[in-house]
């Protein structure tokens, strides 16, 4: 019904980024709305109108009457479910809005129950469960990976940030009772390096697509792989980091206190409310700290590569761009 319907505002690109997202400060702001925990609420039919109401205004036509806060509402809800590469809604685990809920329970869980050996595998494993889900859910979509490749990822991640803990937990028995609190971290961080890179292993093996200032496809690079995972490895725990290493030293000074020992029942959810507090600051800033599109200079591209650019395009293609994940 071409009739009902309206024209797009003349200028408005709904695909094109609301702040400059060049520098931190715009990406931070880009970040902040698409991870607002409030979106995971939204009910699928809600959801499922805010992807039609995107895909008719890339169409050039929207509802009449609709206003630009009513689709830059429905683009938001749109980024914050569905996958960038293949616009396929992503399970509600998996998503970045997800991030505070799901991290917040389980990072005030780990950082709780860290004195047992049994209680640090079975909290590491289901974090680590969580990460393979949301790995798979955030991968760059053009590089499809088979189940086997996501069993091992998962099994070798897991078993990464069991070692580390339950090794470093032995290690700790004699240490001063602070160091025992960031084993957790030490826990995190390890697996996040294993598990990032392996749910990814595709990109590695094969490559990313890239491509110049304009969008058009130049090749695959494995070297610009290396280079997006090595940066989404870096803001996973840069993520974590603030509320697991600052946690344990204001629950350490709080724990002294005579009505914290009359309330040992409520350290678990004081954990978990406070873990709450930092990741809601901490997944945006750590989604911001690079840019999506991810650029590599042509002089860092594998030499194959960079000589078919060279030879097609001359020197007009300094840099190539790729969607490095999150």
């Known amino acids: ?39 995971v609420l939204v009910p699928e039919e809600e959801l499922d109108g805010a992807k039609a109401l995107v895909e008719g205004c890339r169409a050039g036509l929207v509802p009449p009457g609709s206003s630009q806060e009513q689709l830059l509402y429905a683009k ?14 992503m399970n509600l685990i998996g998503r970045m809005s997800f991030q ?11 950082l709780q129950f860290y004195r047992t050996v049994p209680a640090v595998v079975f909290w590491q494993w289901v974090n680590q469960s969580f990460n393979a889900i949301v790995n798979y859910t955030n991968r760059n979509a053009a590089s499809p990976i088979s189940l086997r490749q996501i069993g091992v990822a998962y099994v070798t991640a897991t078993g990464t940030a069991l070692a580390t803990a ?24 390890a697996a996040n390096c294993v598990n990032i890179p392996m749910m990814r292993q595709q990109e590695i093996i094969n490559g990313v697509t890239v491509t110049d200032g304009d969008n058009n496809e130049l090749g695959c690079s ?9 940066q989404v490895v870096v803001s996973r725990i840069t993520m974590a980091a603030p509320g697991m290493i600052i946690l344990p030293i204001i629950m350490e000074r709080l724990e002294k206190f005579p009505f914290m020992q009359r309330i040992r029942v409520l350290h678990g959810p004081l954990q978990v409310l406070l873990c709450g507090g930092f990741l809601l600051f901490m997944v945006p800033a750590a989604c911001a700290l690079f840019p999506q599109r991810c650029s590599l200079a042509l002089a860092d591209l594998e030499p194959e590569l960079r000589d078919s650019i060279v030879a097609k395009h001359g020197d007009k293609v300094p840099y190539v761009y790729f969607n490095k994940g999150l």
């Not at 690109?13 to 409030?38: E, M, V, Y």
């Not at 938001?76 to 809604?89: N, T």
């Not at 505070?100 to 780990?110: H, N």
């Open 222 to 230: 494995r070297r610009a792989a290396v280079k997006g995972i090595t």
């Open 1 to 39: 019904s071409h009739a009902e319907m309206a024209t797009v505002p003349l200028g408005f690109n709904i695909d094109a980024p609301r702040w400059d997202q060049s520098t931190f400060l715009g990406r931070l702001k880009h970040f902040l709305t698409i991870t607002d925990p409030r979106t």
């Open 76 to 89: 938001k809800l749109y980024d914050s479910a569905f996958h960038p590469d293949s616009g396929e809604k």
């Open 166 to 189: 339950v090794g470093l937990n032995l290690y700790t028995k004699r240490a001063p009772p602070l160091l025992a609190r960031w084993v957790p971290f030490a826990a995190v961080a």
């Open 100 to 110: 505070v809920p799901g991290g917040m329970a389980l990072t005030g869980c780990m």
